[in-house]
């Protein structure tokens, strides 16, 4: 199972790669909404975990994008937020879950095996 993490700290990146990666997930990781996009329309990904934070539109953006396109990846993609700021609750979120900051990476895999079918063990 592949996660695409769109995150502007590098150390974010670094840490999900390590912990997703030593519970079986592939991981891609990018800094900017734009790379993320073209690597969606690219490669095969299995969920997003995205930054949502006031200095992170783009990572909301991203997933509104996502949300409108779910023909074009032949199935709809999960979609994990996290961040420091609740989002607002008076629309539907683009979301599957949304975890606050700081976070345990830990509780991400545990939200990963529960949305995604057959998650690595």
């Known amino acids: ?31 900017f909404a734009e790379t993320a996009r073209q690597i969606l329309q690219e490669t095969h990904v299995d ?12 990572g909301r953006e991203l997933a509104h994008w996502i949300r409108q396109q779910p023909l074009s990846f032949g199935r709809q993609l999960v979609v994990i937020a996290v961040g420091n700021v609740s989002p607002v609750i008076d629309s539907p979120l683009p979301v599957d879950v949304f975890v606050p900051w700081p976070f345990n990476p830990l ?10 079918p057959n998650p690595p063990s």
């Open 47 to 58: 969920a997003v975990i995205v930054s949502w934070t006031p200095s992170a539109v783009s």
């Open 107 to 116: 509780e991400l895999i545990s939200w990963l095996k529960t949305l995604l």
């Open 1 to 31: 199972m592949t996660i695409l993490v769109v995150d502007d700290k590098p150390v974010t990146r670094l840490l999900l790669q390590e912990t997703l990666g030593k519970a079986g997930y592939q991981v891609l990781r990018t800094e």
